[in-house]
């Protein structure tokens, strides 16, 4: 992943990790189920991994730009 | 964020540090729960009061108790602790307790307790002999175990008169 795609896998993450938080939290409170809310936390745990973790192409369309190689002056090396 | 490992490192803790937080609202909000359980407690008859070797007392007694705790379930709630327990004072000590029958609810629709001219399940034992004429309470008593947080106790006493005045 290149920097920008790892900041967006970050954010990413994050986002989802506790948008599903506050929807498993609210959800649970309103029916009264424990095991509700955790279903739900399980569910965006999964969703986030399967988004941040693996190498995803969106992740890699900034490549940075290093600088060109630098070319060895081989006759003054020679000189020294 | 630059390799798998990294990646799952922070997903897995962050997760992890979101749940915590989660777990101290699931537990914040029994502090405003409010229960009203409907309770009635008992002595119905005391069967025999005898005295044993070295001086101690027992009380063999049955009991009435008609308590509906649901109320008392919210959706942290893991499971009730109940016990009943005689209570009395002495000129020794000023507190005496002795949990008589426990028992263990743990799902909401079955926090109905009703028994009638029940058996203890422990025995009434007092390290003296100070049960001939005692005034008794008998308390129900409930610890509330949450699924996440601290547990918290609460108890409903009533006065159940004296117990015989002689051995029977």
């Keep these: 992943m290149d920097f920008i795609g790892q900041r967006n896998a970050e954010n990413a993450l994050m986002v989802i990790v506790i948008i599903a938080a506050v929807i498993s939290f609210i959800a649970g409170y309103a029916m009264k189920d424990f095991s509700l809310m955790v279903k739900i936390n399980g569910v965006g745990l999964a969703l986030a991994l399967l988004v941040s973790i693996p190498d995803w192409p969106i992740y890699n369309r900034n490549p940075w730009k290093w600088l060109p190689d630098l070319e060895v002056d081989e006759k003054a090396q020679k000189k020294k | ?168």
């Design chain 2, 1 to 168: 964020m630059h390799s798998i490992y990294h990646r799952l490192n922070t997903a897995v803790t962050f997760f992890g540090t979101v749940a915590a937080v989660l777990c101290i609202l699931t537990s914040s909000t029994d502090l405003l729960h409010q229960s009203n359980p409907n309770i009635q407690l008992g002595l119905r008859e005391v069967r025999r009061l005898v005295q044993h070797h070295g001086g101690k007392d027992q009380a063999v007694v049955t009991f009435d108790i008609n308590a509906d705790l649901r109320s008392v379930f919210t959706w942290n709630t893991k499971q009730l602790f109940v016990y009943v327990q005689a209570e009395y004072e002495t000129q020794e000590n000023r507190v005496n307790e002795i949990v008589l029958w426990d028992f263990i609810v743990q799902q909401k629709e079955k926090a109905v307790i009703k028994l009638s001219n029940h058996k203890t399940k422990y025995a009434f034992i007092d390290p003296g002999n100070n049960l001939r004429g005692r005034d008794v309470n008998l308390t129900l008593v409930w610890c509330v175990m949450p699924r996440v947080g601290r547990m918290y106790t609460e108890r409903r006493s009533v006065s159940v008169g004296k117990l015989p005045a002689t051995y029977i």
